[in-house]
């Protein structure tokens, strides 16, 4: 597909979460869905405002994007956004942008994916088109988007491409015109096997202009710098336990990264410190690797205190869990049984939303103490979730 594809459904509901709303409409047109990734939008400096809710629905047929505004309690639905092969996307940190990668095997004739910016927008289509980027020749299949905290850079992986893009973004907030890209080599693992990169995912630290950049395939983490005049690799650490495909996370200080295992049910903490031997002065260092029953299904970074919150799953249910760092390890401060298996976890406030195969959780942070519980209409799979600040608004669900 060598063109976007982008309709809008003008449908609109709002109706309190305790109804039966959020059997109808939270995930309505998603009942085939095969894949589902959502990403909250949010206005940090103000709790009161709405956050948005755009959710990636990809079945056989076709792949949707699901706008959404939510409160502390009621959920409305905007409209529904039709696009073709995604793959990824990502909210710009103040802005009413979103960005999304689509795996297309070519773009204008050419072997390379491609990244489409919309604006979002309070009306029955949400979604309106602003620019298509191509991204580097021969970046193929994309993974994951990420935008640095000041707004300057969008990272984007291309993982059967082998390589990293960014992208310099514009002050409205659309990328230029060329992509930058960095191709990744083979290393050698401890099996003495030389392994083939696929970069995965990419986030960057809330607090510094560098990202991590997870890679499977090579089993290591590489910390990224992107400029004007290309991507630097300031550090790399090998995984001893391979790398689950959930995107890292940062604590919300920059200090420490949380990754899941691949070849063992556990976490592994690292951090950025000073290293003299470097020549970039920096090194990314494993402290902390600590053994869950089960592997993990949801992380999500604490939005106001050093922390993190877990999912893994136990028989026909969850464990949701807060981790605390204290003196370079991972805690858990406290934990709470949670029915279904929870695939997402996102913040709003001091509220937490969890998404469940089969129901949506909303629960409050300072006791996990489950406030409402609703049955989904469909069961869904591999969700993942990513939390962003967006733009300030006015409007308030009524």
């Known amino acids: 597909m060598d063109e976007a594809s982008a309709t809008t459904s003008p449908q609109r509901s709002t109706t309190p979460l305790q109804s039966s709303m959020s ?162 080599t083979g290393a050698l693992l401890s099996s003495g096997i030389t392994s083939s990169p696929t970069p995965h995912t990419v986030a960057f630290s809330p607090r510094e202009s560098h990202a991590v950049g997870a890679d499977p395939g090579s089993e290591r983490l590489t910390l990224l710098q992107p400029s004007e005049e290309g991507i630097a690799v300031l550090s790399r650490c090998h995984t001893p336990l391979g790398l689950a495909l959930s995107s890292p996370v940062w604590t919300v200080d920059g200090k420490y990264l949380i990754a899941a295992n691949a070849r063992t049910p556990s976490l592994s903490m690292y951090t950025v410190r000073t290293a003299l031997n470097s020549e970039t002065g920096l090194d990314l260092h494993l402290l902390d690797t600590i053994q869950t029953k089960t592997p993990i299904d949801a992380l999500l970074a604490h939005a106001i205190e050093p922390g993190l919150f877990t999912a893994h799953s136990q028989d026909d249910s969850s464990i949701l869990a807060y981790w605390k760092i204290r003196n370079g390890h991972l805690r858990v401060a406290r934990d709470i049984w949670i029915p279904g298996h929870v695939r997402a976890i996102v913040q709003q406030a001091d509220v937490l939303w969890l998404v469940a195969e089969d129901r949506l959780i909303r629960m409050s942070i300072q006791d996990l103490r489950s406030l409402d519980s609703r049955k989904l209409p469909s069961p869904e799979h591999q969700v993942e979730a990513v939390l962003t600040q967006s733009y300030k608004s006015r409007r308030v669900i009524t």
């Open 23 to 184: 059997r109808r409409v939270f995930l309505a047109g998603a009942a085939a869905t095969a894949l589902t990734r959502p990403l909250f939008s949010l206005s940090l400096s103000d709790p009161l405002a709405p956050a948005f809710l755009h959710l990636a629905a990809r079945s056989l047929q076709a792949s949707y994007v699901h706008t959404y505004a939510i409160t502390a309690d009621r959920c409305e639905l905007f409209g529904s956004t039709t696009i073709g092969s995604f793959a990824a996307f990502a909210a710009h940190p103040a802005l009413p942008i979103l960005y999304i990668a689509r795996d297309c095997s070519h773009w204008q004739h050419l072997p390379r994916g491609v990244v489409e910016t919309y604006a979002v927008e309070w009306s029955a289509s949400p979604l309106r088109l602003l620019a298509q980027t191509p991204m580097a020749l021969s970046a193929t299949g994309p993974r994951s988007l990420a935008v640095s905290p000041c707004g300057r850079y969008l990272l984007a992986s291309a993982s059967t491409g082998r390589a990293w893009n960014a992208f310099i973004l514009r002050s409205d907030g659309t990328p230029a015109s060329v992509a930058i890209a960095r191709k990744e």
